[in-house]
């Protein structure tokens, strides 16, 4: 029986499943069939995209050829140029350079808007084995009364295959110098990091100028 997407379940269609249950709960075929947006003869858009992943794999359609997706039965010239496309920016999105962290030079580059924060929050910069920023996250809290736990830091590390992160935390005092506190977290985080096999490469603390605990003989 030819059916339309429309004759789908809410539940069942791409973008409704998108907003109810965010982007992640969507399979390959599903958020290519967001991207295509609409089907062919005889098949809806979600039918298409199984159809095409089972001849492509996301990793071959930037490779794939215009002529090889017109080969598929029932694709146009518009459905294999959008095919093309999608691979394109794929390939782009690929290529992007990425910010990178060799210093406390760019470490400052990338913290000095927190001089002007009112509460104290903890960022953390995710770094692979090239030094280039794979994830950046904020966690809300003082690093002295310790609302983050040391697992949550590791934890999105090691989902993003991190292989060393920068720690960074402001005063809103606008003191830079960092606290027994500061350090007794920081010694935590690099004995956990250790064990994991994520180095910390250096916590600053940001107030009116920038101070780094890698410089300091009290630290590293």
Do not use: C
């Not at 406390?104 to 910069?125: A, H, I, N, T």
């Not at 609302?147 to 993003?160: D, M, Q, R, S, W």
């Amino acid at each position: 029986m030819d059916y339309s997407i429309h004759d789908l379940p809410e539940s069942e269609r791409p973008r409704e499943k998108l907003e109810e249950n965010g982007v992640e709960a969507l399979s390959d075929a599903e958020l290519l069939a967001i991207l295509l947006r609409t089907g062919i003869k005889g098949k809806n858009v979600k039918e298409l995209s199984y159809e095409i992943l089972g001849e492509y794999g996301f990793q071959d359609i930037p490779s794939a050829e215009l002529d090889d997706f017109k080969d598929l039965e029932g694709i146009s010239r518009v459905k294999a140029g959008q095919l093309k496309a999608i691979g394109e920016l794929g390939l782009r999105m690929q290529r992007k350079d990425r910010e990178k962290i060799e210093n406390l030079s760019d470490v400052k580059s990338q913290v000095e808007d927190m001089k002007f924060r009112s509460s104290e929050v903890l960022r953390v910069f995710y770094l692979n084995s090239g030094n280039e920023v794979v994830a950046e996250k904020e966690f809300d809290g003082a690093v002295s009364n310790v609302h983050v736990e040391p697992k949550e830091i590791f934890a999105e590390g090691l989902k993003n295959d991190a292989s060393a992160l920068v720690l960074a935390h402001n005063h809103p005092s606008g003191k830079s110098r960092f606290t027994e506190e500061d350090l007794e977290f920081t010694r935590e985080i690099v004995e956990l990091g250790e064990s994991l096999g994520l180095k910390v490469l250096d916590h600053v603390v940001v107030g009116k100028s920038v101070e780094s605990m890698r410089d300091s003989s009290e630290m590293w």
